[in-house]
């Protein structure tokens, strides 16, 4: 048995599974239909979307997506309205029940022991035609359900190799590659095998247009233009870095194989000391910025941690501390983790003001710092007045305490960290107990 | 009386010691007639050139130019050879007599008290013509006997002003004001108070051309065209710097006028503990090269100082030290002083590999570092391979200890730090006894 069939061995749905799911989604289904009818509302169409409807789901996801779909002439508000009522009357026998919001509400509960969601739609003519996100998924599954039979197992074996790899999930935090993307590769290559083998050689900008119908040029690292939409690149969301990623992973997968990459080995927290060797033979000056993270879902949070640690960056920048490497990570707290070429800078602060002859400019430069407290000496240098001056921020720690506020923060975190925040430095981040976020300090040992 | 004029009266000769000049002054030239006589050379002229002959010396200095004048036709050899003999003779009755060396030998001597130049040279038509570059000061002495009378104070007070602001002098070490060079500014301007105002608004690039005759561009920072040869700059060996310098003593002078500018008051020493409150307050590192300086004369040992400093800095900023100021001190010893952000960087580094998508380069590149002691952690940033390595030197010290041979230096001082060289640091500088050393340190406390 090759190791991508043993693979497929452990993620491959038993026929038992298979029937269950099965089994329960015909329920959903019909129970769609009654209370529509109990409820006096005509000519929707319930559908089973998604990896449960394409036969490409891992064996223990229990995931159903039921759409709802109603005529395209129906209003916006009706549409809202006896959506939500339909699936409030299917959700009474549901657990968990949680009304959920992209472009209209919808529904989350728990059925049976599957992860339902319970999305009304419109039933457009064509993707290229949608009134709403979500109206193309069911052109997505027709397209897949239509050319994915036979190649089934090579879309488990690739989701579960980008499973592995930390490249799959379209969403925010991960910015991977989609469930839907991972089959329109398996399709266009044919194969897993055959897709690795490409992905050795991808570059920036490659476009794959299977039906020849792209209208629009994308800028993204990798271009899949959608079957259904001629003017919808499906790989929009995925990462620079995690195009580089995926094609460093298949390189690595191709040249010595192993289970380890569909299967990877949980990575112990490091130890108090080990997180204190590390800091020490590095040699740098690391700080955290430690905050209370708000309740919010993964693509309002992440997205607003990623600029926080960029605007911190730069806030670092402009007053002169050099930043090797940073990262962030959130449970109930949030920290943003910073590795600097030292969290200290000298007092003095080289502050080169107008050559000498532009005698107006030179007048305001000399009298601003003349007589100031601020000046250690001033002088003149390649003829330009330069003024060695006192540093406002001599640590990166009273940078922070100081200028946080000053910072482009997203407006969630804008608000946590303005009720507070902790600056933590070298061993005080090793005593840090979360052991995800020990976990998540492994990327300073990481080695590819 | 005026503040120029107590100046004045400091500083031009008495009757008596002008009268005591004239007479040493013809003594030697009628002794050069008598030499050259007993010598059986004939067709020599002597002549009296510089500050001497032009009324434009300061009391106290006591430098006599005698330039013994062959003919044109005369052979460079006959020159040299009888050039010498004839100086020889005359210096029969000098001391502390010694050859020296420009395009030709000369003899310098002293004489009755007096600090004596004999300088062969050919009696040219004009100053294009010349066959030796000396062969040029007697057309310039020529001019400004010509154009100077009247205004001899003028050049006197704007020497004194420039020797008191450091200005003054065109050898390499100064890099400023030639006597001449003095001289036409007082013959352009008309006086010392229309230099000074005129010098207020200097900018680069600023062209005098009193005879306008010039035929070649320059790109000095000021270009002051030789009435005598229009191809030259007489500005030429001004630096940016020292132009930029005087710019601004003229304008503090215009605006509160002081007897400092003519005589400053003389720098003390930094005392030991001076020395480290400067340093300590500053913040920075300090770190000094020191070594025997050898026996040079300044215009050799100065420029390699400064290329020996620019070296220097090179080396830091490639191994990723900052340096924030520097200078050069010499005496027995001879110092390269720097100021450094840091003289430690943490033993990380962080190496920017090739794009992932380059896979010639990517394979070579993680080849290099993956089993390597030196590797930190390898990954992925910005779609490029990154690899966080050890750094080479994490201190300054240990950088110029090892690859101190590196560095481009001139011949003489190539030597020197061959034979070995000092590292200071920090309050180590501050015992360094040397009190010229202690007031080249008030660098760091200027203020203008």
């Not at 029940?97 to 739609?121: S, T």
């Not at 080169?352 to 005698?359: I, N």
């Not at 990166?396 to 902790?422: D, I, P």
Request: charged content about 30%; hydrophobic content about 40%; proline content about 4%.
């Amino acid at each position: 048995m090759t190791l991508e069939e043993q693979v497929l061995d452990r993620i491959k749905p038993s026929p038992e599974e298979k029937e269950k799911l099965q089994e329960v989604a015909s329920e959903l289904l019909s129970n769609v239909i009654t209370a529509a009818k109990q409820l006096g509302i005509k000519n929707i169409i319930p559908k089973l979307v998604g990896s449960a409807a394409r036969n490409t789901w891992i064996s223990g996801t229990h995931d159903l997506d039921i759409f709802i779909a109603f005529p395209e002439s129906t209003s916006r508000e009706e549409l809202k309205v006896n959506g939500l009522l339909i699936a409030r009357e299917v959700a009474k026998d549901g657990k968990n029940i949680e009304e959920r919001y992209a472009e209209h509400p919808y529904l989350n509960m728990n059925y049976r022991g599957f992860d339902v969601d319970l999305v009304p739609c419109f039933a457009v003519d064509s993707a290229s035609m949608i009134k709403s996100a979500v109206d193309r998924t069911p052109f997505h599954n027709e397209f897949i359900k239509m050319s994915i039979p036979g190649r089934e197992d090579d879309v488990l074996i690739m989701k579960q190799f980008m499973k592995g790899t930390g490249t799959y999930g379209s969403e925010l935090r991960t910015q991977g590659f989609s469930g839907y993307l991972t089959e329109l590769l398996i399709v266009h290559y044919g194969s897993f095998r055959n897709t690795m083998r490409n992905a050795c050689n991808w570059k920036p900008g490659l476009t794959i247009d299977m039906l020849e119908h792209g209208t629009v040029k994308h800028e993204d690292p990798l271009i899949v233009i959608d079957p259904t939409d001629p003017k919808r690149n499906v790989a929009a969301a995925l990462s620079l870095n995690q195009f580089a990623q995926f094609i460093d992973v298949c390189r690595l997968y191709t040249e010595e194989p192993s289970e380890d990459f569909f299967f990877p080995k949980e990575k112990a927290p490091m130890k108090e000391n080990e997180i204190i060797d590390m800091m020490n033979s590095r040699g740098s000056s690391f700080v955290a910025i430690v905050f209370k993270a708000p309740d919010l879902v993964d693509d309002i949070l992440y997205p607003q941690l990623d600029k926080m640690e960029h605007s911190v960056r730069a806030l670092l920048d402009e007053y002169d501390f050099k930043v090797l490497n940073s990262g962030y990570w959130a449970k109930e707290d949030a920290i943003i983790l910073l590795e600097l070429i030292s969290s200290e800078l000298p007092n003095v602060k080289k502050h080169r003001g107008p050559p000498v002859w532009v005698s107006e400019h030179a007048q305001g430069f000399k009298e601003k710092y003349q007589d100031s407290d601020e000046l250690f000496s001033l002088y003149i240098e390649d003829g330009f007045y330069v003024a060695d001056i006192r540093r406002k921020f001599s640590t990166a720690k009273h940078l922070f305490n100081k200028r946080m506020r000053t910072c482009s923060l997203g407006k969630h975190l804008g608000e946590a960290v303005t009720e507070g925040f902790t600056i933590l430095e070298g061993n005080e981040i090793a005593k840090i107990k979360e052991s995800e976020f020990r976990i998540f300090l492994r990327k300073w040992e990481q080695k590819k």
